[in-house]
């Protein structure tokens, strides 16, 4: 079965300072692809980061950066620069290209200004 | 970007009734489509997939006849919860890719479904 784990219910961060959300995986397929995806308050689910799994380079995007860790199925997020606009639940997300997506059970973002 | 809207983005109706909501890829096709339910502050629950011209796939523990799916066309899917009851209550959104292979799933504005 293909899961995906958030441990951290919530989070809060200053703003400017920079965050680092957590997210592992498991699956036993050899292709597969991980996301980001925000959720604010508008509730519309919004991408934030991509990663390929066959790609060891981690993926960027503006103030938003991965760490991926294929060996330990390891995906955390880290968010730069804190924006209140980060202020959102963020879903860690898992396909296996054009199928159905697996999401984690979220975290709860607060930026403080 | 693939842009896909929902329809309505809030209704309320009667215990008993049904009630349908609308998904449409606007500027691609979708031979697949999935529902998601998410409760309050939590996650997307998968509740069915949507295939164009064929039966959908449910989900584990989901009913069949109490959420009906049709996709009807390459671009048009829609879930008609039947027999509505308050425990139906929740936030339904749809999403859909644009083609096989290409990994990112785009999604409605989401279905605000409050049963009275």
């Known amino acids: 079965a293909q899961t995906v784990t958030q441990s951290q219910p919530e989070m809060s961060v200053q703003e400017a300072e920079t965050v680092t959300l957590s997210c592992t995986y498991d699956t036993s397929e050899s292709n597969y692809y991980l996301f980001w995806y925000k959720q604010p308050p508008s509730r519309q689910m919004i991408l934030v980061i991509r990663?390929?799994?066959?790609?060891?380079q981690n993926a960027t995007e503006n103030r938003f950066s991965v760490n991926f860790q294929k060996a330990a199925k390891s995906f955390s997020l880290k968010i730069s620069d804190s924006q209140l606009g980060d202020t959102a639940m963020y879903f860690c997300?898992?396909?296996?290209?054009?199928?159905?997506?697996?999401f984690g059970a979220g975290t709860r973002l607060f930026v403080k200004a | 970007g693939a842009v896909v809207s929902q329809h309505p983005s809030r209704v309320i109706c009667k215990s008993g009734t049904s009630v349908k909501i609308e998904c449409r890829s606007l500027d691609f096709q979708a031979t697949t489509m999935f529902w998601y339910r998410q409760f309050p502050k939590q996650s997307l629950m998968l509740m069915a997939t949507?295939?164009?011209?064929?039966?959908?796939?449910?989900e584990q523990g989901v009913e069949k006849d109490k959420f009906l799916i049709n996709h009807a066309s390459l671009t048009l899917s829609t879930l008609t919860v039947t027999s509505a009851h308050p425990e139906d209550s929740s936030f339904y959104i749809c999403s859909a890719t644009p083609r096989r292979g290409h990994t990112e799933a785009f999604f409605g504005q989401g279905t605000r479904l409050t049963v009275v």
């Open positions: 990663q390929e799994a066959y790609k060891q």
């Open positions: 949507s295939n164009e011209g064929s039966k959908a796939t449910y």
């Open positions: 997300a898992f396909n296996t290209g054009g199928f159905k997506t697996i």
